[in-house]
Each structure stands twice: as C-alpha cells, then as structure tokens.
C-alpha cells in the first residue's frame, strides 16, 4: 500500500502564504552645504502606497502605510513585483500592476527654504518566494536637486545687482515609474535676491528634455539653443541701471545635454563677467 505522503513546508507556502517582510527606504544622498533641505529632511517619508502583484496571476495585496516604513505580506509561492510610492498623502488602495505604472506624482512649486517639502518617491523591484522573507525596496527621490551658485567678478561689484531668479519651464509632475513628464510645464515664481551673489537648493521634477547635439561650448547653452521645454533658470540683473538677463539650463553634461534626471544633484555656477550681456 502507498504510504501517504508527509506535508512539508513547501506545501503549506503554496497552500496558505509564507510572511515576507517589506521595508522602503530612501537611496542615499549627498549632503549640500547650503540653504535647502538637510540630508534627513530629504529622506523624510510620511507615508507609503505598497503594492504586491503576482507576476502570473495578477493577484494584488495592497498595504497603506502611515508613519511606518516596514509591513509583513503574506504571499504565496511564485514570483511578485513590488511596488511603492512615498509621500503622495493618501490611500491610493488596491490597483493592477497597468494602474499602479500610470501613477503620478504632481511636485508644486516651492521655495527654495521650504523646509516642510515632502519629496515624494518611488521605487520597485521583483522577488521570488519560497518561504519567509525580508525585502528591501529603495525608493528614487522623483525629484532631481539643483545647486545654483551666482558670484560676481570683483571688478563689477556694487554695479552689479541680481533681482531675482526664475525656474523655467518645469513640468507639473512625472510618472513615478518612468522617465516621462506629465502636466503642463510652467514657470516658478520668481525668487527675489536684491544682492550681488546668491546661493540655493530647488527641488524640480525630473524632465528629459534631450540633447541639442551641435552645442560643442557652454557659451552656446542659451536659451536661443534650449530644446523648447528645458527646465532651466532666467537670473534677472542690473547692471549700472541697465537690465541684464541670464539663462542657465542644468543637464548631465555642460553642452549639450538639458536632460533633468530623478534622483541626482546637479551644481550650476554662474559667474557674471566684467562685460554683462544677456545669455
């Protein structure tokens, strides 16, 4: 006679679910001596929207977490792919995988100081269960952070004088699982300055604007040259009662480049020669 069969662990992972424990956390940052958010604050998370989607099934659990960043999932064998989004400031509740890689982030303008700016975030990744587990999920700042330094040349200072500064052309959001920015693009208000040298750290959404391929100088990176939707800054000055104009446009390199990217630190430097001109 067949002896029956003795049920091991396996069996009941498949039948019931095994515990896999869940904790999102921010990707490190660089600190940046300057006005801006501190390294912490950058890594605040108030809440998280988590998604767990069976990649064979399509069966989701969904989880709402509130000043916590670890849960446990009960899931069953196979394979998942676990989603994630920070700071959006509500229960989002349960969607299907198509849903959840449509989902936004809308980043409003902010000034510079603004301390109490929640960055939102995001982050996925896939696992395979087979048993009682931890997983981490990182999570991508959906913003990238820009440095912009302004230093007079000795020989114009006190004839010099920077009014204001402008982001430019920045998207109303982005979709938290891709490249691509959503909304409508529009400018920031204007930061007043009133002085000769200005300092400070924004936080705008990421925005792939391309690459202009013929610019081979920085002095060619104008707004003459931008693609049409670049983020970039319009720094407006005086100089010796004249009005002067600035435009500066960070991307991964100092030329061609005017793509914005999630999750980096750029540093522009303008520095205002002896001979101001628009740029």
Known sequence: RDQPRSRGLGDVYKRQGCTVTVTCVPEAQTAVLTRGLTPEEESRIADVNLWAVHTLTGIVEHRYLHGAETVPLTLTQGRWRLYAVANHGSDLGTLDAEAVEALRADIPPHAP????FLLPMAGRTETDVSGPASVTLTLERLAARVRLDIETAPEIAGRLNILEVQPLSVPSGVVCFSGDAVGEFGDWP????GTSAFSAVYYLPENLAGEIPHIASPEERTHLNAPEDATGFRISTLYEGKPVYYHVYPGD????DFNLRR???YVCLLYTSPSPRDR
């Open 113 to 116: 100081d603004d301390t109490d």
């Open 190 to 193: 204007p930061q007043e300055c």
């Open 253 to 256: 390199n100092g030329t061609s």
């Open 263 to 265: 999750n980096r630190t």
